[in-house]
């Protein structure tokens, strides 16, 4: 059904660029010689015959079978990504969360252990933390980012070792290199969540990582329209994400991969756009006497900004600030945003703001977020497209 037409999957290559790999990548045509990626809205497909639908569900014949587990739009979004990733293979999942599930359910059993970062998102901690337990898999969560704190947390059960870097909303760095020779040292995998980066500006598995992780829903949509999540890692592992996902259903929806595929082409221009303005705003409020600290990895003041410039090639679109005062000063600088989305989401061209304290982090104690850093002044900003002119003077109107 599917005709390679010139071979553009054989674009996978090292010496091919992150720019051309956006946006060619993956793409595979019809037999209608379509220019743009076609989305194929069947959840099933039909066979030649008794014997080679009986080759398509063996596995022995390459080709589609049903839409549970395979799809040629899904299918070239999982190329594109991978590539992006230089990652041997990629699974895509209805979302970032269930690419997390996916990959614990698929790699780990009962019995096994997990070391956990304490800064992952929300609901990355609840499902170690509280779901996990209830199947006979503990997780210890590590503060901070010293690599001696992980190493500390291994047992002889650890399976995964689990990362976010940037983390939100402190932007606090991992020590990817590192942490992925201590994986390798006792035998564990290591996990990253590659969200706040994407590949444009972090690729973890050149650094040793064995597995990355997306939420697509942020900036490889970009555009804030659908729900996706990957994994993507040598093909040994997503073999494994595959099995899980071709019997339980994490599965995404054509569309959405359709979405996200067509966000991958234009994501390279818009991290980077994304990243000079957070730069820039993070130093104008870094300049601001009603700005008590500001938290950007490409800023010399943030503790680990020699470590962000060498695994980062940008310091991502996250900005957050603590401004001066406490809970009410940081409501005010909120409540007078005309222009900023009040939102919890990330990784959109439109600029979104939150205070933490009280959205993304208010389920957890007042004592916790003190002990994690998170103050009741701190605001997270995630800077998209919008001219920083206008950014910083909606966020001006609050500041006084
Ligand atoms: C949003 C997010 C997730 C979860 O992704 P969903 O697509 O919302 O399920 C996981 N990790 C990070 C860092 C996120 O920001």
Excluded at 35 to 44: D, G, K, N, P, V
Excluded at 45 to 73: K, L
Excluded at 265 to 291: G, H, S, W, Y
């Amino acid at each position: 059904m599917i005709d390679e037409g010139r071979g553009e999957n054989s674009l996978m290559t090292d010496s091919i660029h992150l720019e051309t790999l956006a946006v060619r990548a993956g793409q595979r045509r019809s037999q209608f010689g379509e220019h743009a990626e076609a989305l194929y809205l069947t959840s099933s497909f039909v066979f030649a015959n008794a014997a080679q639908a009986a080759a398509r569900f063996s596995g022995d014949e390459e080709g589609m079978v049903y839409a549970r587990f395979s799809n040629p739009t899904v299918a070239m979004m999982q190329d594109r990504l991978a590539a992006l990733e230089g990652a041997e293979a990629c699974i895509a999942t209805a979302s970032g969360m269930a690419a997390i599930l996916s990959t614990v359910m698929a790699l780990l059993k009962t019995g096994d252990h997990i070391v956990a970062s304490r800064s992952i998102f929300g609901a990355s901690q609840q499902l170690f933390g509280t779901i996990l337990p209830r199947f006979g898999i503990e997780t210890s969560f590590v503060a901070g980012t010293g690599n001696e704190s992980f190493a500390a947390a291994i047992k002889d059960n650890t399976r995964l070792i689990f990362i976010e870097s940037p983390s939100n909303p402190l932007t606090e760095v991992f020590d990817i290199a590192a942490l992925a020779a201590l994986a390798r040292d006792r035998g564990v995998l290591l996990a990253v969540d590659n969200c706040f980066c994407s590949p444009i500006l972090q690729r973890p598995l050149s650094l040793g990582a064995d597995l990355v992780i997306h939420s697509a829903t942020k900036y490889l949509d970009g555009q804030g329209r659908v729900l996706g999540g990957a994994v993507c890692a040598r093909k040994e592992l997503t073999d494994e994400v595959f099995k899980f996902l071709r019997t339980a259903g994490p599965t995404i929806s054509p569309f959405n991969a359709w979405v996200i595929l067509k966000g991958l082409e234009t994501l390279n221009i818009r991290m980077k756009a994304q990243c000079e303005n957070a730069f820039d705003l993070a130093r104008r409020l870094e300049r601001n006497p009603r700005v008590a600290r500001v938290f950007y990895p490409w800023l010399p003041s943030h503790p680990q900004h020699a470590l962000a410039r060498q695994q980062q090639s940008a310091g991502g679109a996250i900005v957050s600030f603590e401004v001066k005062g406490g809970r009410q000063d940081a409501w005010r600088v909120v409540d007078n945003c005309r222009l900023l989305s009040i939102t919890a989401n990330l990784g959109d061209v439109k600029t979104t703001i939150t205070h933490p304290a009280s959205t993304t982090h208010g389920r957890i104690s007042a004592a916790a977020r003190a002990e994690a850093g998170i103050g009741e002044g701190l605001l997270r900003v995630a800077v998209g497209l919008e001219s920083v002119e206008d950014i910083e003077s909606d966020l001006l109107r609050g500041l006084c």
